[in-house]
């Protein structure tokens, strides 16, 4: 490499440098363990049965929604579907959305109650 390869190298690698500092300044020590916590929560996997179990559904359940395509879990590396925290949120969700659109409609009026 010649001289003005190192060179530029080398300013590129003090520019990523201060980058990272004034990002650790910005960010104070709460917001990086807010992000940290949503790190964890991200790896966190649960299988179809401890998941069907939080949701209190049967596993058949959560293979029909899969089947439908109406649930996108991950995959494990034996092909198993696996839920993160974030894809169990999003179910509970949705799920609620459909519960609420099935709801018949409930009369506001006053006069129908007295």
Same mark, same amino acid.
Request: glycine letters at 0%; a positive charge.
């Given at each position: 490499?010649?001289?003005?390869?190192?060179?530029?190298?080398?300013?590129?690698?003090?520019?990523? +440098?201060?980058?990272?500092?004034?990002?650790? +300044?910005?960010?104070?020590?709460?917001?990086?363990?807010?992000?940290?916590?949503?790190? +964890?929560?991200?790896?966190?996997?649960?299988?179809?049965?401890? #998941?069907?179990?939080?949701?209190?559904?049967?596993?058949? #359940?959560? %293979? %029909?929604?899969?089947?439908?395509?109406?649930?996108?879990?991950?995959?494990?590396?034996?092909?198993?579907?696996?839920?993160?925290?974030?894809?169990?949120?999003?179910?509970?969700?949705?799920?609620? #959305?459909? +519960?609420?659109?099935?709801?018949? %409609?409930?009369?506001?009026?006053?006069?129908?109650?007295?």
């Amino acid at each position: 490499m010649t001289e003005a390869t190192i060179k530029t190298l080398d300013k590129l690698l003090n520019k990523k +440098k201060e980058r990272e500092e004034q990002v650790k +300044k910005i960010l104070d020590e709460a917001d990086r363990r807010i992000i940290h916590k949503a790190e +964890k929560r991200r790896l966190k996997r649960y299988n179809l049965s401890q #998941t069907a179990k939080i949701l209190r559904a049967p596993r058949q #359940t959560l %293979y %029909y929604w899969i089947k439908k395509n109406w649930v996108k879990p991950w995959r494990d590396y034996r092909r198993y579907p696996v839920f993160t925290v974030f894809d169990i949120e999003k179910i509970i969700k949705w799920r609620n #959305t459909i +519960k609420l659109s099935k709801e018949p %409609y409930v009369s506001r009026d006053v006069d129908n109650f007295l």
